[in-house]
């Protein structure tokens, strides 16, 4: 059965003058790809904990590597789904909008969303473990050459991802506080478990700040006692209801 939308939502969806988005793996999983803490979240019996950090690549660069092949062999196949396209349409008719995504996999750009923060970096870009420096995709052979993959100088190369234990790009931590510094009118909390602190603290302070806290996710989390509204549906349906059909 479907939620019914208040009509009060209705209204703050249809030109919303500050719009500030908050995604984890669960918008993605209409599109085929797996959530960290779902079903089948472990790897050939190795949890992300162990892969997804500083340590767990130290040990093993090769293994890492292997469980990072197979997630861009996995998201070069999936597509956005509604969910995606939706928040893409709610940004061409909002004053601003800006979307602060943990996923690394790069289908809220694909989507036509264009103010996009990945504070936890992009499974398309590398960097060199020796000197720091960044890799756009295709600059380096990543596919097909030696696992681990290598820089042209034959230093080894690591995801631009953030892994368990670090810290949070400089960039998008800033694209977020200068959105933040004024009053977003809506706030929307979409498909992620809120593990991390610092998405609480950043749902809060929206809040504070006068936002409409709205949650869409398929399970309770720590900001669903938060939220002015709470949607337990799949992002992929509801979005596209709460924002507006396709060509509507
Ligand atoms: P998570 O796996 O901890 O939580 C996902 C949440 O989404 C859960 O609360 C689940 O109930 C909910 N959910 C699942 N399907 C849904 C749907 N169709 N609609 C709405 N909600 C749905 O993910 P997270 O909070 O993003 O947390 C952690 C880490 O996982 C991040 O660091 C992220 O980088 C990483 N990650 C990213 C991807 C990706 O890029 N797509 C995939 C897996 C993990």
Known sequence: ??????????????????????????ISAESGIPTFRGAGGYWRQFSPMELAS??????????CWEWYLERRAG??????????????RLEGRAGQMLVATQNIDGLHRLAGSRNVAE??????????????REYEEGEVQIEGGPVPPLTPEGNLLRPSVVWFGEMLPQG???Q????????????????????F????????RAKRRGATLVEINLD??????????VFREPSGQILPRLVGEEGG
């Open 1 to 26: 059965m479907e939620t019914r939308i208040p009509e009060a939502l209705k209204q703050q969806f249809k030109n919303p003058r500050r719009v500030f988005v908050l995604t984890g793996a669960g």
């Open 54 to 63: 500083a340590e767990g690549f130290a040990r093993n660069p090769k293994l």
């Open 75 to 88: 998201i070069r196949q999936a597509e956005p789904n509604p969910g995606h396209r939706a928040l893409a």
């Open 119 to 132: 504070i936890h970096g992009s499974i398309w870009r590398t960097r060199c473990l020796a000197t720091g």
């Open 172 to 174: 998008p931590l800033l």
């Open 176 to 195: 977020i506080e200068d959105f933040l510094a004024e009053p977003p009118d809506l706030a929307l909390v979409i498909g992620t478990s809120a593990a």
């Open 197 to 204: 602190g610092y998405i609480i603290e950043w749902a809060v």
């Open 220 to 229: 309770p989390t720590d900001i669903s006692p938060l939220a002015d509204y």
